[in-house]
């Protein structure tokens, strides 16, 4: 069983920075990683970023240009680097496979707001 521990999120103001962690029990360098978002007042988790085990990247539309997600299969790590956050990246974060199969981690509460 693949277990997911998240990290990073803040209260931060719009435009501002912030890197979410993921950190995967075990090897996860067989798997295709993705971190999703259940926005604040919302029940659907969307999936906001992917990576495969190649490193090929891929976004979803309102996070393209802003958002970078790498890993590092050495540490078992995925990254969420977000920059230009807008109030409406609000909520809270979460790491899993893709498609996801595994139990929802604890999340990372990320909150943008003046």
């Known amino acids: 069983q693949v277990q997911f521990v998240e990290s990073g999120g803040d209260l931060v103001q719009p435009g501002g920075s912030l890197r979410l962690s993921c950190s995967v029990s075990?090897?996860?360098?067989?798997?295709?990683m993705g971190w999703y978002r259940q926005r604040l007042g919302g029940n659907e988790l969307e999936l906001v970023a992917?990576?495969?085990?190649?490193?090929?990247?891929m976004y979803e539309d309102s996070v393209k240009g802003r958002f970078t997600i790498s890993r590092d299969n050495a540490l078992n790590t995925v990254y969420l680097q977000m920059n230009s956050l807008k109030p409406e990246d609000t909520g809270v974060y979460y790491c899993?496979?893709?498609?996801?199969?595994?139990?929802w981690g604890q999340g990372t509460q990320v909150t943008v707001s003046s």
């Open positions: 075990g090897s996860m360098r067989m798997l295709y």
């Open positions: 899993n496979v893709v498609p996801f199969r595994y139990a």
């Open positions: 992917h990576i495969d085990t190649i490193n090929n990247a």
